[in-house]
Nanobody, 121 residues
Framework: QVQLVESGGGLVHPGGSLRLSCAAS????????MAWFRQLAGDERDFVER????????????NYVDPVKDQFTISINKARNTASLQMNNLEPEDSAIYYC??????????WGQGTQVTVSS
């Protein structure tokens, strides 16, 4: 069993930065690695409405949704069993609930409770 807990969200002005953290308990060692998704404000709180943001494999390969590829950086610290998402140059469109995601070797998805990011003047 894997438990994920996100933190680091909050209110930030346009152009500001936030660093989200995902603390994991249990094994997150699988080729999939870790990923971040987001649910935009106003969207229903369900799996389908969560939009892909960033992914990092166990081997360190990364992938980002095109709009954030130059602003966000995903990383993983195997020793601390955590994943992070550094978000720079935030814009109001980035406001969302951000969720940490892990898929184990049996293709079972684990999700945290989410952390709210609000970008507003």
């Amino acid at each position: 069993q894997v438990q994920l807990v996100e933190s680091g969200g909050g209110l930030v002005h346009p152009g500001g930065s936030l660093r989200l953290s995902c603390a994991a308990s249990g094994s997150i060692f699988s080729p999939y690695g870790m990923a971040w998704f987001r649910q935009l404000a106003g969207d229903e709180r369900d799996f389908v409405e969560r939009d892909f943001v960033a992914h990092i494999t166990e081997s360190g390969d990364t992938n980002y949704v095109d709009p954030v590829k130059d602003q966000f950086t995903i990383s993983i610290n195997k020793a601390r069993n955590t994943a992070s998402l550094q978000m720079n140059n935030l814009e109001p469109e980035d406001s969302a609930i951000y969720y940490c995601n892990h898929q184990n070797q049996d293709s079972h998805d684990y999700w945290g409770q989410g952390t709210q990011v609000t970008v507003s003047s």
